[in-house]
């Protein structure tokens, strides 16, 4: 009877931590991050006309996932399924590039009818890059531009693109800045108007690093540069591009790693999201007064950099150009925060070749969890096999760091471990060719704010780690209304035009459904998004993509952790631990005393 009861309750124990583990699954789950289900965008200005772009789409789910791929201005509309965890390459027509200052007929909408990943790239020989985009759900208000210094007649750049109606965008650069045939003094204000599905690009020779973007409604913003070269006062420029994470999504702690086969190190930078920030990169002290305020460093070794801050920051990393060391070329990539690594699937694909060039692709992982042999590339362990170890009855969290070499094609990184989290850098490198992306992270709201109801003070502060994530409903279709008689329109876009600003440090820039004062390059915004996402044919339009080792991991074994594991999971209430403790000592007295309830006693 007592080893009946104690069997009983030792199930009763492994269903109730499995469910806990679930739990904290789908909690984690619904926190967001660059996996989504809509993505609008521009690809900003190659130096010259692209060779091509495209988007590596990779679906993270079993079974079959739509998609739609449209640039409603040139009227073109690809649907592709993917299948499981494949990956497959959309070719978009070189015309969806920017050019110039101005309004564009260059926005691309992607959606899909599960989560995917999606990373774009900007193509031209001997000068590419590409950015991970960003799902529309979590597009942000505020946002700092990083880029990089030109070269000769190259510019510094970067695009808006608003998600919504009647969307109000503030800019605030950090030098002068010319838009049409004004010139905007550093510190004045641009304000101008954007409807859902326009795009604008603002261009200089000047480093636009540190301009600040804010909006009434959620935007896009990509930054970079046409062809810039690293470090400054060298020959030799690649494009760059990094599609950016709002301000609020900023970390204060990261780990940075080497690139591979890089004898000469590289640059990178640290941008202040707010005034008076201190930052500690492996001992050294570095302060940013203002708000946009970076600071360049130049690292020469080979190991992993640990950088603190007391205020948020972007950090970003740039390879530096072939003539420091015969190798690569610059590229742009933006470095997760600790705070924001992932948990779950990424799928991603490398870019193999420009023009006659071969490349060489890496994946630069950063790792921090309670088991690091649990998470996999391509089903393959990526650190050796090691121990938990207990620290004081409890788990020691380990962290790890490794770059490894990839083989072309596509790629599955997976840890479904409760309490582990990861980034991974996709770059690569050939002669006088480089590119460089993350491919995924979370985008947690880290700063909040609160206003005074009296004063109008607003005050920030660190976001409680306890509060319920934000929920990730699928992104709805923006509602169709009328545009201005006789002028293309995307779908919602109706006649608006601000009124004039009091403050006569601010400008007004018509938006592009209203004649501008000066002529512009590439007129007006066009096309439309459909309402409703349309059947994919029964083939995928690409066919022959290269097959994973095995597709997604089963929802049955995703459940099964080590229970070393599962009882470090963050998350378990301590009201159901005390429970069955109670419950583990009666069954362990009913044995010792075999007690015999009354009912069932004889005479």
Same mark, same amino acid.
């Not at 789409?57 to 399924?81: H, W």
């Not at 909040?448 to 699928?474: H, L, M, N, W, Y």
């Given at each position: 009877?007592?080893?009946?009861?104690?069997?009983r309750?030792?199930?009763?124990?492994i269903?109730?931590?499995e469910?806990?583990?679930?739990?904290?699954?789908?909690?984690?789950?619904?926190?967001?991050?660059?996996?989504?289900?809509?993505?609008?965008?521009?690809?900003?200005s190659?130096?010259?006309?692209?060779?091509?772009?495209? $988007?590596?789409?990779?679906?993270?789910?079993?079974?079959?996932?739509?998609?739609?791929v449209?640039?409603?201005?040139?009227?073109?509309?690809?649907?592709?399924?993917?299948?499981?965890?494949?990956?497959?390459?959309? %070719?978009?027509?070189?015309?969806?590039?920017?050019?110039?200052?101005?309004?564009?007929?260059?926005?691309?909408?992607?959606?899909?009818?599960? %989560?995917?990943?999606?990373?774009?790239?900007?193509v031209?020989?001997?000068?590419?890059?590409?950015? =991970?985009?960003?799902?529309?759900?979590?597009?942000?208000?505020?946002?700092?531009?990083?880029?990089?210094?030109?070269?000769?007649?190259?510019?510094?750049?970067?695009?808006?693109?608003?998600?919504?109606?009647?969307?109000?965008?503030?800019?605030?650069?950090? #030098?002068?800045?010319?838009?049409?045939?004004?010139? &905007?003094?550093?510190?004045q204000?641009?304000?101008?108007?954007l409807?859902?599905?326009?795009?604008?690009?603002?261009?200089?020779?000047?480093?636009?690093?540190?301009?600040?973007?804010?909006?009434?409604?959620?935007?896009?913003?990509?930054?970079?540069?046409?062809?810039?070269?690293?470090?400054?006062?060298?020959?030799?420029?690649?494009?760059?591009?990094?599609?950016?994470?709002?301000?609020?999504?900023?970390g204060?702690?990261?780990?940075?790693?080497?690139?591979?086969?890089?004898?000469?190190?590289?640059?990178?930078?640290?941008?202040?999201?707010?005034?008076?920030?201190?930052?500690? $990169?492996?001992?050294?002290?570095?302060?940013?007064?203002?708000?946009?305020?970076?600071?360049?460093?130049?690292?020469?070794?080979?190991?992993? =950099?640990?950088?603190?801050?007391?205020?948020?920051?972007?950090?970003?990393?740039?390879?530096?150009?072939?003539?420091?060391?015969?190798?690569?070329?610059p590229?742009?990539?933006i470095?997760?925060?600790? @705070?924001? &690594?992932?948990?779950?699937?990424?799928?991603?694909?490398?870019?193999?070749?420009?023009?006659?060039?071969?490349?060489?692709?890496?994946?630069?992982?950063?790792?921090?969890?309670?088991s690091?042999?649990?998470?996999?590339?391509?089903?393959?362990?990526v650190?050796?096999? @090691?121990?938990?170890?207990?620290?004081?009855?409890?788990?020691?969290?380990?962290?790890?760091?490794?770059?490894?070499?990839?083989?072309?094609g596509?790629?599955?990184?997976?840890n479904?471990?409760?309490?582990?989290?990861?980034?991974?850098?996709? &770059?690569?490198?050939?002669q006088?060719?480089?590119?460089?992306?993350?491919?995924?992270?979370?985008?947690?709201?880290?700063?909040?704010?609160?206003?005074?109801?009296?004063?109008?003070?607003?005050?920030?502060? *660190?976001?409680?780690?306890?509060?319920?994530?934000?929920?990730?409903?699928?992104?709805?279709?923006?509602?169709?209304?009328?545009?201005?008689?006789?002028?293309?329109?995307?779908?919602?876009?109706?006649?608006?035009?601000?009124?004039m600003?009091?403050?006569?440090? #601010?400008?007004?820039?018509?938006?592009?459904?209203?004649?501008?004062?000066?002529?512009?390059?590439?007129? #007006?915004a066009?096309?439309?998004?459909?309402?409703?996402?349309?059947?994919?044919? *029964?083939?995928?339009?690409?066919?022959? #993509?290269?097959?994973?080792?095995?597709?997604?991991?089963?929802?049955?074994?995703?459940?099964?952790?080590?229970?070393s594991? $599962?009882?470090?999971?963050?998350?378990?209430?301590?009201?159901?631990?005390?429970?069955?403790?109670?419950?583990?000592?009666?069954?362990i007295?009913?044995?010792?005393?075999?007690?015999?309830?009354?009912?069932?006693?004889?005479?």
């Amino acid at each position: 009877m007592a080893g009946l009861l104690k069997m009983r309750l030792l199930v009763v124990l492994i269903l109730s931590l499995e469910v806990i583990s679930v739990t904290a699954q789908q909690k984690r789950a619904s926190i967001p991050d660059t996996r989504g289900r809509e993505f609008i965008f521009a690809f900003p200005s190659n130096y010259d006309i692209p060779d091509a772009l495209f $988007v590596h789409i990779g679906g993270l789910s079993d079974g079959n996932t739509k998609v739609e791929v449209t640039v409603p201005a040139l009227n073109f509309e690809r649907f592709i399924n993917i299948t499981n965890t494949n990956v497959s390459r959309v %070719d978009i027509p070189v015309e969806a590039v920017c050019i110039g200052n101005g309004f564009q007929n260059t926005t691309v909408l992607i959606r899909s009818s599960k %989560d995917v990943n999606v990373q774009a790239m900007n193509v031209k020989d001997k000068s590419i890059d590409g950015f =991970l985009a960003i799902p529309s759900d979590v597009l942000g208000t505020e946002y700092i531009v990083p880029s990089y210094a030109t070269v000769g007649t190259e510019k510094s750049q970067f695009t808006i693109t608003a998600k919504s109606d009647m969307t109000t965008v503030t800019i605030t650069s950090e #030098q002068e800045l010319a838009f049409g045939t004004t010139l &905007y003094t550093a510190g004045q204000e641009i304000i101008f108007g954007l409807q859902r599905g326009q795009t604008i690009q603002f261009q200089s020779q000047t480093d636009l690093s540190g301009t600040r973007i804010t909006s009434d409604k959620p935007i896009a913003v990509l930054s970079g540069s046409t062809c810039a070269v690293v470090p400054q006062k060298t020959s030799r420029c690649d494009h760059m591009v990094e599609m950016i994470p709002p301000v609020n999504t900023w970390g204060k702690r990261f780990s940075l790693q080497p690139l591979m086969d890089r004898e000469s190190g590289y640059i990178f930078r640290l941008y202040a999201a707010r005034n008076n920030t201190v930052v500690k $990169v492996s001992g050294a002290t570095v302060q940013l007064e203002r708000q946009g305020q970076f600071m360049e460093l130049n690292q020469l070794a080979e190991f992993p =950099l640990g950088i603190n801050a007391d205020k948020p920051i972007l950090l970003v990393q740039y390879a530096k150009g072939m003539q420091t060391d015969g190798v690569g070329d610059p590229f742009m990539t933006i470095i997760p925060p600790i @705070e924001q &690594y992932l948990n779950g699937i990424v799928t991603f694909a490398t870019f193999d070749q420009s023009g006659l060039t071969n490349i060489s692709s890496y994946a630069a992982i950063s790792l921090t969890s309670p088991s690091l042999f649990t998470i996999t590339l391509n089903d393959v362990t990526v650190l050796a096999e @090691e121990p938990d170890v207990t620290v004081h009855g409890g788990m020691f969290s380990f962290g790890a760091d490794r770059t490894v070499a990839l083989t072309a094609g596509s790629h599955v990184f997976a840890n479904f471990m409760p309490n582990g989290f990861f980034s991974l850098i996709l &770059y690569g490198f050939g002669q006088g060719v480089a590119y460089g992306l993350p491919t995924g992270y979370n985008l947690r709201k880290l700063t909040c704010s609160s206003k005074d109801p009296q004063t109008g003070a607003v005050e920030e502060f *660190d976001c409680p780690i306890e509060e319920e994530p934000q929920t990730r409903p699928r992104a709805a279709a923006q509602s169709m209304r009328p545009c201005m008689p006789g002028t293309p329109c995307w779908p919602g876009q109706t006649p608006w035009m601000p009124g004039m600003a009091s403050n006569p440090s #601010q400008t007004w820039i018509p938006i592009p459904n209203l004649p501008p004062p000066e002529p512009l390059p590439d007129g #007006q915004a066009g096309g439309e998004i459909p309402d409703n996402l349309a059947p994919p044919p *029964d083939l995928p339009l690409y066919p022959g #993509q290269p097959a994973l080792p095995r597709p997604l991991i089963p929802l049955d074994q995703q459940t099964c952790f080590p229970w070393s594991a $599962v009882m470090a999971a963050a998350g378990a209430p301590a009201a159901t631990v005390f429970c069955l403790m109670l419950i583990l000592a009666f069954a362990i007295l009913c044995s010792k005393y075999r007690w015999i309830p009354p009912r069932m006693r004889k005479g």
